[in-house]
């Protein structure tokens, strides 16, 4: 087996479904430098923020602790950037993997990260979906993850 694999070759959508954490992180990181360029109002830059848009969710889920606080970073910035209607179709999804896998999160960054994202998401029209999904999290039997929700729907109601 070859050890010295240059990964940045692979095409990135490759490197988003990647089995080593470290090129996803890579290509995470990538693409939240990608979407800082991209305006979001040529039909271009929409394209590519609709190519992307089935990769959201695995960012905020994925299962290395790292690659998922690069994930929450770029899709952080895929919501600044991308157009409006694109970002409101995202919502749903990335909303309950936040809530699920990084609201609970043991890293400090992830969870920061994850309430400015989800405060993004509540600014783009209307907080009440966003705050719905939050409030279903009072209802968790799991200590840590009733308390990040509190915290939550305390940020959103500010």
Request: a negative charge; proline letters at 4%.
């Amino acid at each position: 087996m070859e050890d010295n694999v240059d990964y940045s070759l692979l095409p990135i959508t490759d490197r988003l479904e990647h089995k080593i954490w470290k090129v996803r992180a890579g290509a995470y990181e990538e693409l939240g430098k990608l979407f800082t360029q991209l305006d979001g109002e040529s039909t271009n830059d929409i394209a590519q923020f609709n190519k992307y848009e089935g990769y959201l969710k695995k960012m905020v889920t994925d299962a290395n602790v790292a690659a998922q606080e690069n994930g929450v970073v770029a899709l952080t910035k895929w919501v600044e950037s991308a157009p409006v209607p694109a970002a409101i179709r995202s919502r749903e999804p990335v909303v309950a993997g936040v809530m699920d896998k990084c609201m609970g999160s043991n890293r400090a960054g992830i969870r920061t990260n994850s309430t400015e994202l989800l405060l993004l998401y509540c600014a783009l029209e209307t907080p009440e979906p966003v705050l719905s999904r939050v409030l279903a999290g009072f209802d968790v039997r799991v200590p840590k993850a009733v308390t990040a929700s509190v915290v939550m729907a305390r940020e959103i109601l500010e």
